[in-house]
């Protein structure tokens, strides 16, 4: 077992700074849990508080039920891999995994055990002898692993451990690290930047902006529930559209008027009843590329309307298309749509496009959060 508590954890540093505010996360046993959010959000003191190597300003940590906050990093019985490895350059690979054992007076028999364990499980074996400087990034990173896991720790802290890898390795080393997460059953808690590294490996996802938590879920709720406007734009790529607009009713149909494009559609009779009392306000509209459609049978359950091709980027697969809401190209909303179709269109064109109707996103204007019963 090993469950990991923050409540209302808050890090203010010595120059007044507030760079977590009242955080609240409950890291299940065995889970992964991604911590994720741009530069400066927090993610990187969050986990440096779980480890130890900050204090906390106010608020309480608990692993396990036993309240953390006064114990040392060396008796919280968690392992942290960081971004640039921390391997000590003049020690071979199996001294550096053997390193922590060591300074803990485990038994020779026991550390070689553990390290060739660990060696077999990140295909180091053959690599034992050498040197860091004569590993490759991912190989060094894979030796990082090693260390924590010859620990047994209850828990896994990840601070962007594949951010000085180069995209494919990155794209390896993510597998491996999932593949380890269910090898090992450990509970583990990753920092990063990347939406897509949150989104492949996390159990759950924690997206946090200027040190508060915005939103806790699933990889597939965030993307298809997001809370807010922010979430809704981090999470996703290419990212969702926003298009902002004002709610009307004209003829008995509530309507949906860009205010600066051409874009006036006629929102689905189902919308939920909160949208009445929105009637009037500025609100903004999201709708991911993939819901954007430029190709579709008249009868289709989709909001309707047109738009100018500006730039057409087809991928093989498929096709982005990016859109301007406004007919004469000036001023209106830019818009990518993404799709499989076949007929790719031209630059210049003005499209019909069609909004897939249980697809549409809509956010307060004024405080970004979703709109919804
Ligand atoms: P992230 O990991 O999401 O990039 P950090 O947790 O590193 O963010 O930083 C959060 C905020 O706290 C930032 O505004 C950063 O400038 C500030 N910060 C981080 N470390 C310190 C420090 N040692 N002293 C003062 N401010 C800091």
Known sequence: MAE?????????????????????????????????????????TTLRMIAGLETITSGELYIDGALMNDVSPKDRDIAMVFQNYALYPHMSVFENMAFGLTLRSFSKDEIKKRVHDAAEILGLTDY???????????QRQRVAVGRAIVRKPKVFLFDEPLSNLDAK?????????????????????????????AMTMGDRITVMKDGFVQQIDTPLHLYTKPVNRFVAGFIGSPAMNFITGKLAVVDNEIRFKEESGDLD????????????????????????????????????????????????????NEVFI?????????????????????????????????????????????????IQE
Not at 128 to 138: E, F, H, Q, V
């Open 265 to 316: 559609l006629h929102l689905p009779d189902s919308l939920p009843a909160i949208f009445k009392s929105k009637i009037g306000s500025k609100v903004v509209l999201g709708i991911r590329p993939e819901d954007i459609h430029v190709s579709f049978q008249e009868s289709e359950s989709m909001v309707k309307g047109q738009a100018l091709v500006e730039v057409v980027e087809p991928m093989g």
């Open 4 to 44: 990991v508590v923050l409540k209302k954890i808050s890090k203010q540093y010595e120059n007044g700074v507030y760079a977590v505010k009242d955080v609240n996360i409950e890291v299940a046993n065995k889970e992964f849990m991604v911590l994720v959010g741009p530069s400066g959000c927090g993610k990187s």
């Open 169 to 197: 390795m990155r794209v390896q080393m993510r597998t491996e690290i999932s593949k380890l997460h269910k090898r090992l059953e450990a509970t583990m808690i990753y920092v990063t930047h990347d939406q897509v590294e």
């Open 128 to 138: 034992l002898d050498r040197k860091p400087k004569a590993l490759s990034g991912g």
């Open 322 to 370: 990016y859109l301007n809401s406004a007919l004469t190209g000036t001023a209106g909303t830019a818009m990518v749509s993404r799709s499989a179709i076949r007929t790719i269109p031209t630059p210049g064109m003005v499209l019909p496009i069609g909004f897939d109707t249980g697809k549409l996103h809509f956010f307060d204007a004024e405080s970004g959060l979703v």
